[in-house]
């Protein structure tokens, strides 16, 4: 069994930081990739950043030059680094990871439980 466990999150004023983790654990042999989504109230869900176990990194228009998303692939972490937050922001944001049990296998999805982003204005 996988779990995705997150932490950060919370309330910020406009213009200020967050960081949002995940870590990953159970029966794991590789993640590729590791991603955060977020949920806007009446909104479909987005993906706001992405990074390959090689590195490749991908990010929505919105959020480029603000955000940062790390990996620490020994340890099956991500981390989301916000910074210059907006009220746009706001959202609940999910971890995602794309999870192989063991080499040559199918990959499965999985999500955090999610942990909530307010920016005020």
């Known amino acids: 069994q996988v779990q995705l466990v997150e932490s950060g999150g919370g309330l910020v004023q406009a213009g200020g930081s967050l960081r949002l983790s995940c870590a990953a654990s159970?029966?794991?042999?590789?993640?590729?990739?590791m991603a955060w989504y977020r949920q806007a109230p009446g909104n479909q869900r987005e993906l706001v950043a992405s990074?390959?176990?090689?590195?490749?990194?991908n990010y929505v228009d919105s959020v480029k030059g603000r955000f940062t998303i790390s990996r620490d692939n020994a340890k099956n972490t991500v981390s989301l680094q916000m910074n210059n937050l907006r009220p746009e922001d706001t959202a609940v944001y999910y971890c995602?990871?794309?999870?192989?049990?063991?080499?040559?296998?199918?990959?499965?999805?999985?999500w955090g439980q999610g942990t909530q982003v307010t920016v005020s204005s």
């Open positions: 990074m390959s176990s090689g590195g490749s990194t």
């Open positions: 995602y990871a794309n999870i192989r049990y063991f080499s040559g296998g199918s990959y499965f999805r999985y």
């Open positions: 159970g029966s794991i042999f590789s993640i590729d990739p």
